[in-house]
């Protein structure tokens, strides 16, 4: 628990030392609940962190989620409200990502204040 809460801490401060974006790009407009619903529901996302670790999720219509990445798995589920994107995660726990739109991809900054870009799996 020790080693969460100071990755919690102090990685929102390395990612702004390193340049991660932490601010949305001017362009980007944020999303609603029901535009979210849909570019989600039934699809699955990859994106890629600062840290360079590659991740994927998939929302189920049903609202099921599943993420995971090297080493990584999770089940849980998911929801939306008005420019967010909300859920738990049986390992992880709770999340709220605010959520924006930026040329058709999906931004949204993490709880430790990154902004990914998810991209829909081909």
Request: a neutral charge; hydrophobic letters at 40%; one cysteine or more.
């Amino acid at each position: 628990m020790k080693s969460f809460l100071l990755t919690a801490i102090l990685f929102p401060l390395a990612a702004i030392a390193q340049g991660t974006p932490t601010v949305f790009p001017p362009s980007s407009v944020p999303a609603t609940a029901q535009e979210l619903n849909a570019y989600l529901s039934g699809k699955a996302f990859r994106a890629t962190y600062a840290d360079g670790t590659k991740v994927q999720a998939k929302y189920g219509a049903d609202g099921s989620l599943a993420a995971s990445a090297p080493g990584f798995y999770d089940t849980g589920d998911w929801r939306v409200e008005d420019g967010k994107l909300c859920g738990s995660l049986r390992r992880l726990g709770p999340f709220c990502n605010e959520a924006r739109f930026e040329g058709g991809a999906l931004l949204l900054r993490r709880m430790n204040g990154e902004i990914v870009r998810y991209e829909p799996e081909n």
